[in-house]
C-alpha cells in the first residue's frame, strides 16, 4: 500500500514512538488522527503535521470510538490503525502490587488495544479493507521481573492481535504486531529511576531510537509485510531490520 492520502489513526502519539511515528507517516503523505490523553502536546504535534487530534482515553471505548469517528469525518474512513498507546507502570512484585492500579494497566494495554479494534475493525470491513497495528513487547511472551501487569497486558494484546488476523483476514483486514526491542523513550526513562527487573541496568545506548519502530510501521503498511500477518514482527531480528531498511543498534 502507498500510504499517501492514506487516512492513519495512531493511539499514544503524543510523545515516544507514537509521535516517532507520526511525523514518519505525515513525511510519507498519510492523513493522520493523533491520539493520546495530553491534549496540548497532541495539539502541537498535530499544528506541526497538518494532523487532526483527538484527546482521549484508550481504556474509554466512548473515546476511541470518536477517534474513529473523527477520521471517517475528517477523512473518510480508515485504513489504518496503530495500536500503541500503553503504560509501564505499577512496576514491583505481584505479592504487593496494588489491585487497582494492576487493573489500569490491563485497561490502557489490553483493553485499549480491544477499544480500537472494537472501534475500527466494523468501519474496515464495511470498506472490504484495512490494516491494524498493534505495539507489542518482548515482554509479551517471557516474563520480566516487576513487571507482571506489563506482561499480562502485553500478552493478552497480542493474543487480541491473533484473533484479530484470524477473524478478519477473510474480510480484507491485514493484522499483525510489533515488538520494537527497547527504544530510547519517556517510558525506558521510566524503566531505568525505577531500578526495578534487569531492563532498567540496560546501558542507555543499547536503546534503539523511536524512528526505528516508526519506519517499521510504516513498512508494515505494505504488501512486503503480508508474510507476517497474524504475527509479530521483532526488530531484534537482524533479518527483519535488513528487510527494513534499519542499522544495528549501535549504529
Ligand atoms: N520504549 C520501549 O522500550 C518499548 C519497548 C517495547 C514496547 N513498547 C511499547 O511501545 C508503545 C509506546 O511506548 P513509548 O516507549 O513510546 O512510551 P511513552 O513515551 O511513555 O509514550 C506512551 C504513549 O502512550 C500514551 N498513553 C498512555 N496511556 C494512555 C491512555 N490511557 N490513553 C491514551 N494514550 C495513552 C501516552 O500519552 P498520554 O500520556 O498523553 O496519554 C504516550 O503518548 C507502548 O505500547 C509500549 O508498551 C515500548
Not at 165 to 183: A, F
Not at 225 to 247: F, K, N, V, W, Y
Request: hydrophobic share 45%; charged share 20%; aromatic share 4%.
Amino acid at each position: 500500500m502507498d500510504i499517501a492520502g492514506k487516512s492513519v489513526l495512531i493511539t499514544g502519539a503524543s510523545r515516544g514512538i507514537g509521535a516517532a511515528t507520526a511525523r514518519i507517516f505525515a513525511e510519507a503523505g498519510a492523513r493522520l488522527v493523533l491520539m493520546a490523553r495530553s491534549r496540548d502536546a497532541l495539539d502541537d504535534l498535530a499544528r506541526d503535521l497538518g494532523a487532526v487530534a483527538h484527546a482521549g482515553n484508550v481504556a474509554e471505548f466512548a473515546d476511541m470510538a470518536g477517534a474513529v469517528e473523527l477520521a471517517q469525518d475528517a477523512y473518510g474512513g480508515l485504513d489504518v490503525l496503530i495500536g500503541n498507546a500503553g503504560v509501564i507502570t505499577p512496576m514491583g512484585p505481584l505479592a504487593t502490587s496494588d489491585p487497582s492500579e494492576w487493573a489500569r494497566a490491563i485497561n490502557i494495554n489490553l483493553t485499549g488495544v480491544y477499544n480500537g479494534m472494537r472501534a475500527a475493525i466494523p468501519v474496515m470491513q464495511a470498506a472490504g479493507r484495512g490494516t491494524i497495528l498493534t505495539v507489542s513487547s518482548g515482554a509479551a511472551h517471557r516474563p520480566v521481573d516487576g513487571w507482571s501487569a506489563y506482561c499480562a497486558s502485553k500478552a493478552g494484546a497480542a493474543m487480541l492481535t491473533a484473533s484479530a488476523d484470524l477473524e478478519g483476514r477473510d474480510h480484507g483486514l491485514r493484522v499483525m504486531g510489533l515488538s520494537p526491542g527497547t527504544v530510547a523513550t519517556d517510558m525506558q526513562r521510566d524503566v531505568k529511576d525505577s531500578g526495578i527487573s534487569p531492563v532498567s541496568r540496560l546501558d542507555w545506548s543499547e536503546h534503539i531510537p523511536a524512528d526505528w519502530p516508526a519506519r517499521a510501521l510504516l513498512w508494515m503498511c505494505g504488501p512486503q509485510a503480508d508474510a507476517h500477518l497474524g504475527t509479530e514482527i521483532s526488530l531484534r531480528d537482524p533479518a527483519m531490520r535488513q528487510a527494513i531498511g534499519l542499522g544495528n543498534p549501535r549504529d
